[in-house]
T-cell receptor
């Protein structure tokens, strides 16, 4: 079993729709959680950190369920520019980041 | 641009050759990380420096791989006797240290081994 698992997609959704990504992690000692965005052939860029109480940044909402070891990302009113791969990332007790394989999102006009 | 920079951006080499990549972190970031990413996968951790000290190495980092950060600033990653399986994007990231562990990535070096 992979340490961080995501649905690989691709998710094909129409512009304006709401899309949700899910992620599970295996190490209960994991301490920090993030969503990164990666455009094709580019480096990953931090989208948002994920806090226990849940957090929102504009159209993006991230939630963490430590009991279920589950992280989610919700994108509302999706834009064409949201098309990218979304990577779920977990940091353990050291500074190493453990990455999911990413979920590809394609927003269609 | 004061972000993380990597050089070269692309490298094509023949099997068996040695290659060296350079990473310049964000100024004053004392943590530096190397990752490898293949198509359709997330990045995989290779190694991590705190200043000039290499504190952790992944099992992925075989004896053919070596990384240095001699003065605690830029870092180099060398691959000796390259194999086709080494073809990947090699990503470098840096973070400030202390309580802020946010990692900022460079554009990567794409290695193709023929």
């Amino acid at each position: 079993r992979k340490e961080v698992e995501q649905d690989p997609g691709p998710f094909n959704v129409p512009e304006g729709a709401t899309v949700a990504f899910n992620c599970t992690y295996s190490n209960s000692a994991s301490q920090s959680f993030f969503w990164y965005r990666q455009d094709c052939r580019k480096e990953p860029k931090l989208l948002m950190s994920v806090y226990s109480s849940g957090n929102e940044d504009g159209r993006f909402t991230a939630q963490l369920n430590r009991a279920s070891q589950y992280i989610s990302l919700l994108i509302r009113d999706s834009k064409l520019s949201d098309s990218a791969t979304y990577l779920c990332v977990v940091r353990g007790s050291n500074y190493q980041l453990i990455w999911g394989a990413g979920t590809k999102l394609i927003i269609k006009p | 641009d004061t972000g993380v920079s990597q050089d070269p951006r692309h490298k094509i080499t023949k099997r068996g050759q040695n290659v060296t990549f350079r990473c310049d972190p964000i100024s004053e970031h004392n943590r530096l990380y190397w990752y490898r990413q293949t198509l359709g996968q997330g990045p995989e951790f290779l190694t991590y420096f705190q200043n000039e000290a290499q504190l952790e190495k992944s099992r992925l980092l075989s004896d053919r791989f070596s990384a240095e950060r001699p003065k605690g600033s830029f870092s180099t990653l060398e691959i000796q006797r390259t194999e086709q399986g080494d073809s990947a994007m090699y990503l470098c990231a840096s973070s400030p240290g202390g309580a802020d562990n946010t990692q900022y990535f460079g554009p990567g070096t794409r290695l193709t081994v023929l």
